[in-house]
Nanobody
Framework: VQLQASGGGLVQAGGSLRLSCAAS????????MGWFRQAPGKEREFVAV????????YYADSVKGRFTISRDNAKNTVDPKMNSLKPEDSGVYYC?????????????????????WGQGTLVTVSS
């Protein structure tokens, strides 16, 4: 499956941004969809994941309560909505896909567990 992330940009602290990841070339509802981010000089870190059906989501503690991830299996898209953005949310955001259940699992928070990746979209939050 091919993934294309979009929606990044420059936003002031406290603002909101919605990213999107469009998938093609596969059966979209077969894939759990994760989001990761990488700030300059730092390792890539887990942000959120949504199950294949969209009924289950998990978030990193750093974004819990501020970010909401959803997916539209008819449109082959997954869209994290990011609210109350902070400068520390800045970085390149990547979407990723893997054809495994996230229910009762922990693999989804590890970037090396995903088979497919998008190219990334840059989010910059100014203070």
């Amino acid at each position: 499956v091919q993934l294309q992330a979009s929606g990044g940009g420059l936003v002031q602290a406290g603002g909101s941004l919605r990213l999107s990841c469009a998938a093609s070339g596969g059966t979209f509802n077969s894939y759990a969809m994760g989001w990761f981010r990488q700030a300059p000089g730092k390792e890539r870190e887990f942000v959120a994941v949504i199950s294949r059906s969209g009924r289950s989501t998990y978030y990193a503690d750093s974004v819990k309560g501020r970010f909401t991830i959803s997916r539209d299996n008819a449109k082959n898209t997954v869209d994290p909505k990011m609210n109350s953005l902070k400068p520390e949310d800045s970085g390149v955001y990547y979407c990723a896909a893997d054809a495994r259940t996230i229910i009762g699992s922990t693999w989804y928070s590890q970037d090396n567990e995903y088979h497919f990746w998008g190219q990334g979209t840059l989010v910059t939050v100014s203070s």
